[in-house]
Nanobody, 125 residues
């Protein structure tokens, strides 16, 4: 089970850190630390888009162009948590943010098998 939290209302130019807490195991016995993790977002009327991804070990990361240079994805496998640090937020970053776990690494949402409930980020101008 994945639970994203940490969203809220922030002014343009501000920062937020989103967290994704994982619990339990899959039916095959896999735990959080064996999955690649991704962050995605969806704004009203728009399709879900990729934000960032990180390998199971944390050794590699990738970002969507819209957030590259402003966001950092990282993880703490000992505490079963993935994070998304977002800086210099813009009104267009307003969206519901989701975390997901997958067996394949990459930015595409279809690579991810398990999804958490989202957390709303609102950036005011």
């Amino acid at each position: 089970q994945l639970q994203a939290y940490g969203g809220g209302l922030v002014q343009s130019g501000g920062s937020l850190r989103l967290s994704c807490a994982a619990s339990g195991r899959t039916r095959s016995g896999r735990t959080f630390s064996t999955f690649h993790m991704g962050w995605f977002r969806q704004s009203p009327g728009k399709e879900r888009e990729s934000v960032a991804t990180i390998t199971w070990s944390g050794s590699s990361t990738d970002y969507a162009g819209s957030v590259k240079g402003r966001s950092t994805i990282f993880r703490d496998n000992a505490n079963n948590t993935a994070y998304l640090q977002m800086n210099t937020l813009k009104p267009e970053d307003t969206a519901v943010y989701y975390c997901a776990a997958g067996r394949s690494y990459g930015l595409g949402p279809d690579l991810y098998d398990y999804w958490g409930q989202g957390t709303l980020v609102t950036v005011s101008s």
